[in-house]
Structures are given as structure tokens and as C-alpha cells.
């Protein structure tokens, strides 16, 4: 089969180099380039993103912001999977967002939108607590701040409003909600669900061990594919959205991020990721139980090809290296890359390039590699990705060494209020 990967950044490079390595062909297209080496040597590159698009090619997009790219795609027939104008407006709009969750019965926490910061300031002032801060626009994962008491928000508000690049722009205010933040995701074809791939994530998306430092995105993901397609998450999220996204016969994989509350047991919505959740997407590869190619060209071409996971425990490590979290150019590229397998199926190289037969870092974001495993326990699991991530030789590397310990927290609260169940055979298994 032939695919190519329009791309903003490169962040599902990873797919691309599976998809290669099990024999299709595969070329990508990055509209923001930070490194112009980025996967010289391991794929080819086009520098438009229609040069020489075949009918036969299957066009993967994955990330948000290119809708209209992929719905012109769409109408010349192409088979396209990953990207639309209305995946564009449920991620990136958070108004929109908000709305087509509160029209479809999800419990929506309270929201203030403000265009000024003095007038927030005075309205938080009159509780006390921990709040939520994020600009209306999609900005990246930095300009979300969660403080943990109103003076902090007070100085933060102050802060971003002398120094932040959105400092212009709306913003939202929500009180914090103890509980456990979790995604559930189902892949849609014309506004259909293919229920085998119902799957929910845990992610650590601060940089450091202990959840410090800035967020990231994600440094790590424990997912699990549900073997109960109608379970309690499901019922609260897909199941109401079900009858919106049939009307607009949405394409692509939907995420519903939640927090299930402490004090009531129940998800309350937090936003949608419309498209492949990154580094979740590498976890769950480890369990489809399908060949990849088949999954993602029947997706593209309306077809809902049924999973067959083994509904163990996946998870995805996220290694990196220096200036990331931040970018600073190509001072950084050429560090070697060392002591991996390219063969194996547990390693998916990202911020990389070959010359003369060895990988090096490109210099474009710092993220080097995603490492995954797949195991019928958490402890299995963590040692399963932390054995390759301590062999690998990569001057100054970066992980989080805390990814299982983080997960087994949130496991057992949600256990506990009965959205996950113990058995014999594993530690947790999904209900």
C-alpha cells in the first residue's frame, strides 16, 4: 500500500516508520519544519503536500489544524483518515467544544471566560481554591496553568498578563476538581464508532518524576483497549455524543478527556482530542491484534476493521533529550542514538536521521523516541519499558522514571469506585 503523513511537527513519524518497516510505501509532508534533516536517510520527504499524490494513497493526518487540507483531499476521493474541518473546530475551539459536550448531556464543570485580566483577578479573589487557566485559542501545553490556591492564580494571572504571547486573547477560568483525570477514545468511520477500539489512557504530562516541571503534552501513557465496549466511561462521553457525530459523519479517532470526580464518582469534561493521541497511539499499537496498514487504509476508505487486542496492559515512555522540553535550534542535532533495535516492534524513532548507517538526534523538538510494551500487569509492564530505556545510549537523555507509579494511583481510585475491576489472572482488568 502507498501512505503518506501530513504532519505539523512529525509527531506520528512513529506510524510512518511502521508502516515502512512492514513493507509499504511510505513518503511524509511537514508543514512546520524544525529540522531539515528530520528522518534523512529513513523516509522520503516531499515538500508539498499534494506533489505526485497518487489515487492510490492513503493520506494520514496527525494533528488538528489541517481540516481544510484534508476535506479538499477527501472530495478528489482519496482515502483520508485523521483530519477534517470539524475535527479542527472540536479541538482547537473551546467554546464549540464545551457546547457539543453540554448539548450531549456530559456533565461540563463551571467555565468563566474572561478578556481581562484585572477583572479575573477581582472575581477569584472572592473563593478560595485551586483554579485552571487556559487561553480560548489551542495554545500549546505551557499556557495551561493549574494552581493549586488563588493567591497563585492571582500572581499567574499577573504573569501572563505582562508576559504571555496570548496575553491579548480570551481565556477560561475553572475551579480545580479533585479526582482522576483520564481519556476515553473510540476511532470513527462517516460518524459510525468501530467499537473494538475503544480504549482509555492515563498520561504523565508534566516533564519530571513526581509531576514537576513544565507540562509537556505527555512523557507517558498507560492505555488499555476496554473489552466491555459499553462500559461506565463510554456510557457518560461516546455513547451521548453518538447521534452529533453521526449527524456530521465524523472520520477519525475522538478522545474525551475527563475527570472523574471525588466527590461524586462521575467524569465531568475537560476537551476532545480529534486525532491520534500522542504517545498514546504508540501504546495501543502494541495490542490492535490487526495489522496496522489494514486498520488505518480501511478507516481511511469507510470501512471499520474490528480489532482483536489481548486487553492487557500497554504503555508508551517518552525519551528526550536537551533543550526539551523547549526549542532552540539546530545547535543540538547529530547526538548519537544508540543500543536500539530498529527491527522491533517496541521502538518508534521521532526527532532522528541516518548518516552513514548510524541514527542521531535532527534537532527539531528533542523527542527522540517513544519506547512501548505490552504486559498482563503493571509491574511487568514498567519493567518491560524501563529495561530497553536504560540500555539506550543517547548523551543526556531524558525520561520520567515514575510512569507505572503514577498509573497504579490513578488504577486503584478508579477501581475502588468500580470503573475498573481486580481479577486473579491480572492486577486490574477493565469492567
Known amino acids: 500500500m502507498k501512505f503518506r503523513l501530513i504532519s505539523r511537527f512529525g509527531d506520528g513519524l512513529g506510524l510512518a516508520w511502521r508502516l515502512s518497516q512492514t513493507g509499504h510505501d511510505v513518503d511524509f509532508y511537514i508543514t512546520e519544519p524544525a529540522s531539515e534533516r528530520l528522518y534523512a536517510g529513513l523516509l522520503k520527504r516531499v515538500d508539498r503536500w499534494n506533489k505526485d499524490l497518487t489515487a492510490e494513497t492513503v493520506v494520514l493526518f496527525d494533528m488538528s489544524g489541517h481540516g481544510k487540507i484534508a476535506d479538499s483531499i477527501r472530495q478528489t476521493g482519496h482515502k483520508v483518515y485523521g483530519g477534517g474541518g470539524l475535527n479542527d473546530q472540536l479541538e482547537l475551539d473551546r467554546h464549540f467544544a464545551r457546547q457539543v459536550a453540554k448539548n450531549a448531556g456530559i456533565n461540563v464543570p463551571e467555565t468563566e471566560t474572561y478578556a481581562d485580566y484585572a477583572e479575573a483577578i477581582t472575581e477569584i479573589r472572592r473563593r478560595d481554591g485551586g483554579w485552571v487557566y487556559r487561553p480560548v485559542n489551542h495554545s500549546p501545553?505551557?499556557?495551561?496553568?493549574?494552581?493549586?490556591?488563588?493567591?497563585?492564580?492571582?500572581?499567574?494571572?499577573?504573569?501572563?498578563?505582562?508576559?504571555?504571547?496570548?496575553?491579548?486573547?480570551?481565556?477560561?477560568?475553572?475551579?480545580?476538581?479533585?479526582?482522576?483525570?483520564?481519556?476515553?477514545?473510540?476511532?470513527?468511520?462517516?460518524?459510525?464508532?468501530?467499537?473494538?477500539?475503544?480504549?482509555?489512557?492515563?498520561?504523565?504530562?508534566r516533564f519530571l518524576t513526581?509531576?514537576?516541571?513544565?507540562?509537556?503534552?505527555?512523557?507517558?501513557?498507560?492505555?488499555?483497549?476496554?473489552?466491555?465496549?459499553?462500559?461506565?466511561?463510554?456510557?457518560?462521553?461516546?455513547?451521548?455524543?453518538?447521534?452529533?457525530?453521526?449527524?456530521?459523519?465524523?472520520?477519525?479517532?475522538?478522545?474525551?478527556?475527563?475527570?472523574?470526580?471525588?466527590?461524586?464518582?462521575?467524569?465531568?469534561?475537560?476537551?476532545?482530542?480529534?486525532?491520534?493521541?500522542?504517545?498514546?497511539?504508540?501504546?495501543?499499537?502494541?495490542?490492535?491484534?490487526?495489522?496496522?496498514?489494514?486498520?488505518?487504509?480501511?478507516?481511511?476508505?469507510?470501512?471499520?476493521?474490528?480489532?482483536?487486542?489481548?486487553?492487557a496492559w500497554c504503555g508508551a515512555l517518552?525519551?528526550?533529550?536537551?533543550?526539551?522540553?523547549?526549542?532552540?535550534?539546530?545547535?543540538?542535532?547529530?547526538?548519537?542514538?544508540?543500543?536500539?533495535?530498529?527491527?522491533?516492534?517496541?521502538?518508534?524513532?521521532?526527532?532522528?536521521?541516518?548518516?552513514?548507517?548510524?541514527?542521531?538526534?535532527?534537532?527539531?523538538?528533542?523527542?527522540?523516541?517513544?519506547l512501548t510494551a505490552r504486559a498482563p500487569g503493571l509491574r511487568e509492564l514498567g519493567k518491560a519499558l524501563y529495561g530497553p530505556a536504560g540500555d539506550l545510549i543517547l548523551p543526556d537523555k531524558q525520561y520520567r522514571t515514575d510512569l507505572i507509579e503514577h498509573a497504579q494511583q490513578d488504577i486503584e481510585r478508579l477501581t475502588a469506585w468500580k470503573y475498573l475491576k481486580k481479577t486473579k489472572m491480572r492486577e486490574h482488568v477493565n469492567a
Open 141 to 205: 501545553a505551557p499556557y495551561t496553568y493549574v494552581a493549586s490556591s488563588t493567591i497563585e492564580m492571582q500572581i499567574m494571572l499577573e504573569h501572563f498578563r505582562r508576559s504571555a504571547p496570548h496575553a491579548q486573547q480570551e481565556f477560561t477560568l475553572q475551579p480545580m476538581v479533585p479526582g482522576v483525570e483520564v481519556s476515553i477514545e473510540c476511532w470513527y468511520v462517516r460518524g459510525e464508532p468501530i467499537l473494538s477500539t475503544l480504549n482509555s489512557t492515563l498520561e504523565a504530562t
Open 210 to 311: 513526581g509531576g514537576l516541571g513544565p507540562r509537556t503534552g505527555c512523557q507517558g501513557s498507560v492505555a488499555w483497549f476496554w473489552k466491555n465496549p459499553t462500559n461506565k466511561l463510554y456510557r457518560f462521553t461516546h455513547e451521548k455524543l453518538r447521534p452529533f457525530l453521526q449527524r456530521y459523519r465524523y472520520d477519525g479517532p475522538l478522545n474525551v478527556r475527563v475527570i472523574v470526580m471525588e466527590s461524586d464518582k462521575r467524569p465531568v469534561f475537560l476537551d476532545f482530542t480529534a486525532r491520534f493521541g500522542f504517545n498514546a497511539i504508540y501504546a495501543l499499537c502494541e495490542d490492535l491484534g490487526v495489522d496496522l496498514a489494514e486498520l488505518l487504509s480501511g478507516a481511511a476508505g469507510g470501512e471499520s476493521v474490528a480489532l482483536k487486542p489481548s486487553y
Open 318 to 370: 517518552r525519551v528526550t533529550t536537551p533543550p526539551f522540553p523547549y526549542r532552540l535550534g539546530k545547535t543540538f542535532a547529530g547526538k548519537p542514538l544508540a543500543r536500539v533495535d530498529r527491527a522491533s516492534p517496541h521502538f518508534w524513532p521521532l526527532d532522528v536521521f541516518e548518516s552513514e548507517g548510524r541514527l542521531l538526534t535532527a534537532g527539531g523538538d528533542g523527542v527522540v523516541c517513544e
